[in-house]
Every structure is written in C-alpha cells, then in structure tokens.
C-alpha cells in the first residue's frame, strides 16, 4: 500500500536518511525523525532551510511530485534583510537573470511573520542596524538555491527560508519536527491516444493562420486533379 509522509523539516537537518559525506561526527538526517522503512524524499529541501518535505514509497507519485514539467507550485516564506520595495517585487514575479538563465514568472508579496512561526535553532544571525522583512514566494521551477539567489539578485539577501507548501500540502497543524501520514492522491496517468493531438487538425490550423486553405494547389475547385500537358513530339 502507498504512503505518502509530510514532515516538517527543521534547521540543519540534512534532506535524506544516511550521511555519506560526513567527517568527524554524524550531521542530523532525517532517520532521527522518520522511522518509515522504504520512504524517500519527493524533492529536497537543503540543509540550511525549514520547513515541508513530501516522502513517499511510490516512484510514480515521487516522479509526479517532484518532476519540474509538472509544474506543481512551491510557495517559500522567505525572511530576507531590508524591505523590498515595488520594483523589486516585480522583479521577482517577472523573471530574474541568474547564471543558469532566466528564472519562470513567480508570485511575491511581502506578508506579516508566520502566525506559526517556531524558533529557529540557532537563530539567524540579524544586524539590529538593518530591519527584516518576511515575502511570500510562489515557484513553479526547481533551480539550485534559486530562492536565495532570486532574493539576492533583486538586493535583499536571505535571513531564512521555510517551505510552506507544495502543490496542495501546506505545513498548516504540523509543528515543527513532526510528520505524519496523508491521503495518496490519484496520479495521472499517460494521456490516451483520443486525448493526443490530431496532427491532421493541427496542420489545416497551421495553414489557414498562414493564409493557405490546406487544400492541394494541384486540384481544380471541381476537387479533381489537373492533369499536366505532356509535350508533342513531330514525327520525323
């Protein structure tokens, strides 16, 4: 029977259940929280961020959850230093030039510190010369620290950076270190050969946007086929 897992991932806690790259003592993963044999994470969530992971023992929910053509919405609550204005907003939710390209149009706003809020261990290292300012951000896209460098790009570096949701899961009632179980949704399937495009269809729609009627310039109006005069050869 498939599960699906929604945890709520705190701090430093690294996004999977072994750490391979240690040296010198273990660094936390997820085996100190989860005790569910044969889960793993539908998308990671990087060490230094907090908040909603999905896990699941299904490839084919894991595939459809965290596959960015799939274009499921992950939306961030992002601390950032300084207020951001407008102009920066906009930026955000228009595209902003990283090194590995553009990023997808986004929703940004800035919103009022999460009611639910928990304290983060250790707490983000703040300058009391400087106000912080929370945004929410809403991705459809999956790029390296793409948070952290989206915010960065528009001049507001990031303080702290919690997933809120995924798709239709949120953290709302899961406190911190937490997971439980969910309800497995239904994955769409492979779509059926009557829901595939008609290339017929597609090609007559093509040449009428192009000025042409898709019909055969070799055929009369009569619909029947011109025939070609065949040169007269004199008889020697």
Known sequence: MTRLIRFNKPFDV???????????SARPTLSAYINC??????GRLDRDSEGLMLLTDNGRLQAWISDPQHKMAKTY??????????????ALEQGVTLKD?????????????????WTREPPIRARKSIPASWI?????????????????AVGFPTLRLIR???????LDGLPQGNWEDLEVPSIPGPAKPSQLPNRRMQQNKANRTNGR?????ERSASGTQKRRSKPRHKSR
Do not use: H, I
């Not at 690294?14 to 010198?24: A, I, V």
């Not at 009627?213 to 310039?217: A, S, T």
């Open 37 to 42: 044999p044969g889960v793993y994470a539908a």
């Open 136 to 152: 929410s951000l809403t991705l459809k896209e999956g790029k390296n620290r793409q948070v952290r460098r989206m915010t960065a």
């Open 14 to 24: 690294l996004p999977q259940f072994t750490d391979s790259g240690s040296q010198g």
């Open 213 to 217: 009627d898709g019909k055969d310039p």
């Open 77 to 90: 609550w992002v601390q950032v230093e300084g207020e951001p204005d407008a102009v920066a907003l906009a």
């Open 164 to 170: 809120y949701s995924v798709g239709a899961w949120s």
């Open 101 to 117: 390209g553009v990023t997808r149009p986004a929703k940004a706003f800035l919103m009022e510190e999460p009611a639910q809020l």
